[in-house]
């Protein structure tokens, strides 16, 4: 990655490697290079993210944090290399057999997009409403994902009315609801105060170490990097605590 003084870099997470030994990486780049008129925004990139394994890219603006995401998610194509996402090779896949590949992938997007029109119930339950899923149903996997992000009682709010923490823990029950086999966090903390942005990197952790979904997540923040890589999830306290020393 170029065009910065401060390329990007990858760091792996080492809690919550919790899937069998046998199991292949949820994602693979293989020498993935990508330009738009200009210098390439990712050149040459290899790495590969395996079951349970958390990592995290870090780096400044316009290093191609949140094109490699888009990337791994089949929402853009590389000039050149290879993506494997679940085995299966998608960067030339036609788009209809895409999408059930994308169904198996939560993404937290930058400042949680979500829709101001919508209720919090609607928009954590965004995809299950296009699937008609059953309300009742929906209405109870929708109050299960609010729980985890301690949002239970913002569930016929409207996001104008939530802070911006809020905003981004809803868009994370949204990245939950249907159970994703792997997770991309798309600068969660970008443009939060620093007390907010310890509570969501909190939660992301909680989501590891809870469910041991693999997941990217790109910040420009070294803290975030650092309290994720330090810290784990206990389920008896129901707080974050560190890591033992040694």
């Known amino acids: 990655m170029i065009d910065s003084p401060a390329p990007a870099q990858l760091v792996s997470s080492p809690y919550g490697q919790q899937a069998a030994i046998d199991a292949g990486p949820v994602v693979v780049f293989r020498n ?14 290899s790495f590969s993210v395996a079951p349970g394994e958390t990592r995290i890219l870090l780096g400044p603006a316009g290093v191609g944090k949140s094109v490699l995401l888009k990337l791994a998610n089949g929402l853009m194509r590389p000039d050149a290399g290879s993506i494997l996402l ?19 992938t939560g993404m937290v997007f ?6 101001d029109s919508l209720t919090v119930r609607d928009n954590v339950a965004y995809q299950l409403i296009q699937e008609r899923v059953p309300d009742n149903e929906i209405d109870r ?3 299960d994902a609010l729980r985890f992000v ?42 939060l105060d620093p007390l907010t942005s310890t509570t969501i990197i909190e939660l992301i952790a909680k989501e590891r170490d809870v469910y041991h979904t693999p997941s990217i997540m790109v910040t420009h ?15 008896q306290q129901g707080s974050i605590v560190p890591f033992p020393k040694g």
Do not use: K, W
């Open 141 to 143: 996997r929708v109050r």
């Open 32 to 45: 993935v290079s990508i330009a738009f008129d200009g210098p390439p925004v990712l050149d040459d990139v």
């Open 221 to 235: 923040r070294i803290q975030d990097a650092f309290l994720l890589c330090d810290n784990r999830f206990d389920p």
């Open 150 to 191: 301690e949002l239970e009682e913002t569930f016929s709010l409207y996001p104008p009315s939530l802070s911006g923490g809020m905003r981004r823990r809803v868009a994370i029950a949204r990245a939950l609801i249907r159970q994703p086999e792997f997770l991309l966090y798309d600068s969660p903390t970008g443009g």
């Open 86 to 104: 679940f085995g299966e090779e998608i960067s030339h896949m036609p788009e209809e057999q895409l999408f059930p590949l994308r169904t198996r």
């Open 110 to 115: 930058q400042e949680g997009a979500l829709f």
